[in-house]
């Protein structure tokens, strides 16, 4: 033992170890520390002969008590969709006047409508529903086929100039740049905007006004207050998809753009449909 080396200091062992002149005291580890470490040891052990553990070429190892966290969440979520079936049943069973008037079936709509919200129409419509340049905003009042329940449902069922739905909506304007002479035009696009503010150039907008009567009433009606029954927007609430002012109005004169929405019926089925129904009539501008 005479080549142990004690430290002079603390009149503790070394281990013989030294770095930059600094030795290494030979203290023991705490015993709570040292049965601590053990224990943790023993559990590791224990742990993966109970659970799976060990992973394999194609699995890992089952253990003994065969526990699976996929298995748990599978689980979890079969009983949340068998509590959710008697609601989900009720709404295939019933109308969407039906589901708005209970309010246990109307809450869950709501709720569901707004997930499948924000997965298959936020892209046009966005995150709160308020639209976009082209984009309609499902959260006001001026609705172009109608915001009740039903004219809701049909628009969504079948949606707007979707190809290969029979029961698709079309609103088709004219492009009337090949009908009307450009100084016909800016008229007319003069007396668009004084039906809801002050046009640029106010002596245009009588002319403009007998050109929209032998053009325009039919679809758009008298004042230019619409026709749901072919899609013809409001032109006095100053509500404008396309862009407002003359010049943005006089575009949409000459060559009208048309826009497209999916058919969603035969994507999602009736129940989501309906769902979603509810849920943007709820936004606050369903009729």
Request: glycine share 12%; with cysteine.
């Given at each position: 033992m005479?080549?142990?080396?004690?430290d002079?200091?603390?009149?503790?062992?070394?281990?013989?170890?030294?770095?930059d002149g600094?030795?290494?005291l030979?203290?023991?580890?705490?015993?709570?520390?040292l049965?601590?470490?053990?224990?943790t040891?023993?559990?590791?052990?224990?742990?993966t002969?109970l659970?799976?553990?060990?992973p394999?070429v194609?699995q890992?190892?089952?253990?003994v008590?065969?526990?699976?966290?996929?298995?748990?969440?599978?689980?979890?979520?079969?009983a949340?969709?068998?509590?959710?079936?008697k609601f989900v049943?009720?709404?295939?069973?019933q109308?969407?006047?039906?589901?708005?008037a209970?309010?246990?079936?109307?809450?869950?709509?709501?709720?569901?409508?707004s997930?499948?919200f924000r997965?298959?129409c936020?892209?046009c419509?966005?995150s709160g529903?308020?639209?976009?340049?082209?984009y309609?905003?499902?959260?006001?009042d001026?609705?172009?086929?109608?915001?009740?329940?039903?004219a809701?449902y049909?628009?969504?069922?079948?949606?707007?100039?979707?190809?290969?739905d029979?029961?698709?909506r079309?609103?088709?304007?004219?492009?009337?740049?090949?009908?009307?002479?450009?100084?016909q035009?800016d008229?007319?696009?003069?007396y668009?905007?004084?039906?809801s503010?002050t046009?640029?150039?106010p002596?245009l907008v009588?002319a403009?006004?007998?050109i929209f009567?032998?053009?325009?009433?039919?679809?758009h009606?008298?004042?230019?207050?619409?026709?749901r029954?072919?899609?013809?927007?409001n032109?006095?609430d100053?509500i404008?998809?396309?862009?407002?002012?003359?010049?943005?109005?006089a575009q949409?004169?000459r060559?009208?753009?048309?826009?497209?929405?999916?058919?969603?019926?035969?994507r999602l089925?009736d129940?989501?449909?309906?769902?979603l129904?509810?849920?943007v009539?709820?936004?606050?501008?369903g009729?």
């Amino acid at each position: 033992m005479s080549d142990r080396e004690i430290d002079e200091v603390s009149g503790v062992e070394t281990t013989g170890h030294s770095w930059d002149g600094i030795r290494e005291l030979n203290n023991p580890l705490p015993r709570w520390w040292l049965w601590t470490f053990y224990a943790t040891i023993v559990f590791a052990i224990g742990y993966t002969i109970l659970y799976p553990a060990w992973p394999l070429v194609h699995q890992a190892t089952g253990g003994v008590f065969g526990y699976s966290s996929r298995a748990e969440g599978e689980e979890a979520i079969a009983a949340g969709r068998a509590a959710q079936q008697k609601f989900v049943d009720a709404i295939n069973a019933q109308t969407v006047d039906q589901i708005a008037a209970d309010d246990n079936l109307r809450e869950f709509a709501v709720a569901a409508g707004s997930a499948s919200f924000r997965v298959n129409c936020t892209p046009c419509h966005g995150s709160g529903a308020a639209g976009g340049n082209s984009y309609p905003n499902l959260n006001d009042d001026d609705w172009l086929w109608g915001g009740s329940l039903e004219a809701i449902y049909q628009t969504i069922s079948h949606g707007i100039r979707a190809e290969g739905d029979p029961g698709t909506r079309y609103s088709e304007m004219p492009a009337f740049g090949s009908m009307l002479k450009p100084d016909q035009i800016d008229q007319v696009a003069a007396y668009v905007v004084s039906l809801s503010g002050t046009p640029r150039n106010p002596s245009l907008v009588e002319a403009g006004k007998a050109i929209f009567d032998q053009n325009c009433v039919s679809c758009h009606g008298p004042g230019g207050k619409g026709g749901r029954n072919v899609g013809a927007p409001n032109l006095a609430d100053a509500i404008w998809l396309y862009g407002s002012g003359e010049a943005a109005i006089a575009q949409q004169v000459r060559a009208p753009r048309k826009g497209v929405m999916p058919a969603w019926h035969a994507r999602l089925g009736d129940t989501a449909v309906k769902e979603l129904t509810v849920f943007v009539h709820s936004l606050g501008g369903g009729e």
